[in-house]
């Protein structure tokens, strides 16, 4: 069982990955989130999963008081995950919460939303990538033209059939949110 999330301490955010074995529960060591321009940032990750090649961890993170940028650590050798560069739709506000490996951990699926300056509404966000590199954002519908479109959670089970769930601003509340995607 793995586990991901922050700690907090020394005026920084850290993330923090655990794994439970038959001893309890270990601290993965990791190395700090770098920001575009290399210097550190706070760390706010958000999904953990497993695969043949090891960890793929998803979230977001910033430096300073800017806005949030996705971040996607793909397997790296044994229990090590190395930070990739992944686009940000916007640049104010994106977040990923969910990751979800195929091709054996080769590549990966990322999902969450993005929140554009200039209507402070959430749009869904899809990100496809490999673990050397060269993600990008796959269109993904909004059902709510004025509302928030968030997903929360992704399952593949191959690179061309991919579920990812969250909740949409409805007439009458919060509404689910279910997407499959099915190739091209």
Known sequence: MWATGQFSGGGSDFQVVLHLTGKGWVIVHESPVRASGGGAADAYPQAIASS?????????????????????????????????????????????????????????????????????????????????????????????????????????FSSTNVWAVGEWDGQGGMKTLIMHYAGS
């Open 52 to 156: 043949a090649d090891g960890l793929w961890v998803a979230g977001d993170y910033r430096s300073g008081h800017s806005g949030f940028s996705t971040l996607v650590e793909a397997p790296s050798g044994g229990l090590n995950v190395a930070e990739l560069t992944t686009p940000d739709p916007t640049l104010q506000d994106n977040y990923l919460q969910g990751i979800a490996p195929v091709n054996g951990g080769k590549d990966a699926w990322a999902v969450g939303d993005s929140v554009p300056p200039s209507t402070t509404n959430a749009n869904s966000l899809i990100e496809y990538g490999s673990a050397t590199g060269g993600w990008t954002v796959v269109p993904s519908p909004d059902p709510s033209t004025n509302g928030n479109n968030i997903l929360d959670g992704v399952m593949a």
